[in-house]
Each structure stands twice: as C-alpha cells, then as structure tokens.
C-alpha cells in the first residue's frame, strides 16, 4: 500500500505530505479534478463520498460529503485557486463543523513514468489548526484514500 | 500616524500585523467590506485604486485594480472565504502578476472604545514567498493605506 510520508515541524504552520502512487500522472491529475472519480476515492474506507459541487478553475468551488456507516455525514468545502492541467491545484479546505478554520492546500504531480509524485503542501492558519488537524487521524484518511486513488487509477488503464 | 507592527520569525510561513488607529470598529469593517470605501484607503497614497469586484461573503470574489502614476496597473485578487460582521474577514490574496502565489490572509476586528485594533494574520505557501512579499516593500504601503482608512473613517463620522 502506498503511504504518505509526512513533514510537520513543531511549531510551523505548515505541513507536507509526499507520496508515490503507481499510475500515470495525467489519470492521477484526472482522479483528482473528475468529478465522477471523487467518490471512487476521496474519503475513510468506510464511508461513501458524493460531490455537491466541483469547479477546477480559478475561483471555482467544491463541496464534498462523506457519509459515515452510521448516516452521519461530513462536508468538506472549499474554493480553487489554481489548477494547471496535469500539474498543479490549489485549493483551500474547510471541514464544515469547523467553518472559519481554514487551510490553504497545493497538490503538485511529478511524472515519473508509471508512477507519479504527489506533493501536497498545505499551510494552516494557525500552528493549533495544524495540529488540531494532526490529531483527528487524518493521516490515516489521507492514506486510505491515496490507496483507494492507485486501485480506481489502475482500473481506468 | 497609525503603524503596524509587524511580526514575522525566520524561517516561518506565517505573517502577522497588528495596529490600532481611531475609530469605532463598525466603521473600520465597512471600510473592509463596502465597495464605495476601498478606493478611499486602498493602496499606496500616489495611486488611485478601483473596484473590479468584491462580494464580501463565504466564496464570493474581489479584485482591486492600483493605477500608478506612470499608468502602470497592479491588479489584486481573491475569494472571501469568512465574513463576520464587525469581527473578522478571511480571504486570499493574490497579486496577479505573480499569480499562483496564493496568501490566506485574517482580519480580525477588536473594539476599543473609541479606537479599534486590526489584526492581520497571514500564512503563505512558503517562506520564500513571505519573505518575497516583505521584501517590495509591503510594510510601507500597509502603513500608507492604514493611515488613509484612519482619515476615510473620521470622515465618516
């Protein structure tokens, strides 16, 4: 299984997580701007993703919601502030129960032949948000969904 | 004249601003938040400054376009991402010229008495970029605009 390694500097506002994933990078990049591939990957095993909205441009928003075995569900948000075809996104983050704390996020891809490089680059507005946000276990989500991306990618070929 | 005081640690992302001018804080948001306000305060003394959109909400999109006296424009962007009256306003920041480099940028509003208290707090997406941004000579231009919203809000009076 691929795994995230992670870079989160006591102290800092920001946190960097790095991954290789087996796959191309042009249906990596499209994974993550496709709306019908969001729910084949984004979020907890366990849980079921629907997209409420997903502009990959410049000012374009997004909102996904995670439902939980148990019908809860969980809104992410968030707004693109850059997305270079293949390259690059930008966007920020908002867990909804916990509106106003947001983080600014840039996800870059790195071909590297049949596998491709992911770079995210996140910055919190405080160093109690990082950490706060370490804390929930999103270490483990992040790698349950990165695991998810490499199987739905590797079905696309 | 009113003055920011300015905190940045090597090697940090994160910026942060702190100034108090006279003026009750309900005046000093509107000058934030109303369209007509902006080219009031908005940038260096010697420009002029337009309005090209600003919708002060969750999502919504602003850009500011700075003439210099030479003709030359500096446009200016972002999305609000929190708005709450009187209190606090989150949003992005972007120079277009060198777009891509996003900052995250809070305005908080504390009122004292007569006066009130801005803090700005920003990260950005690296330290290079922080310290880019510090090095044209931003302080100067934030104190430049802080004086002006000052007068623009006791005229209000």
């Given at each position: 299984?691929?795994k995230?390694?992670?870079?989160?500097?006591?102290?800092?506002?920001?946190?960097?997580?790095?991954?290789?994933?087996?796959?191309?990078?042009?249906?990596?990049?499209?994974?993550?701007?496709?709306?019908?591939?969001?729910?084949?990957?984004?979020?907890?095993?366990?849980?079921?993703?629907?997209?409420?909205a997903?502009?990959p441009?410049?000012?374009?928003?997004?909102?996904?919601?995670e439902?939980?075995?148990?019908?809860?569900?969980?809104?992410?948000?968030?707004?693109?502030?850059?997305?270079?075809?293949?390259?690059r996104?930008?966007?920020?983050?908002?867990?909804?129960?916990?509106?106003?704390?947001?983080?600014?996020?840039?996800?870059?891809?790195?071909?590297?032949?049949?596998?491709?490089?992911?770079?995210?680059?996140?910055?919190f507005?405080?160093?109690?948000?990082?950490?706060?946000?370490?804390?929930?276990?999103?270490?483990?989500?992040?790698?349950?969904?990165?695991?998810?991306m490499?199987?739905?990618?590797?079905?696309?070929?």
């Open positions: 299984m691929p995230y390694e992670i870079q989160a500097e006591p102290g800092s506002h920001a946190l960097a997580m790095t991954a290789t994933i087996k796959g191309p990078r042009k249906l990596v990049f499209q994974a993550y701007t496709d709306p019908e591939a969001i729910p084949h990957w984004f979020g907890l095993d366990a849980n079921c993703t629907r997209v409420d997903m502009e441009r410049h000012g374009g928003r997004w909102r996904f919601v439902t939980a075995p148990d019908g809860e569900e969980h809104a992410f948000r968030g707004v693109y502030h850059d997305v270079v075809p293949d390259e996104i930008v966007w920020t983050f908002e867990y909804e129960p916990w509106a106003g704390h947001i983080l600014l996020e840039e996800m870059l891809f790195t071909d590297q032949g049949d596998e491709t490089r992911i770079d995210i680059r996140s910055v507005q405080s160093v109690e948000d990082r950490d706060g946000m370490i804390a929930t276990g999103m270490e483990e989500g992040a790698n349950q969904s990165l695991n998810r490499e199987q739905y990618v590797a079905g696309l070929k």
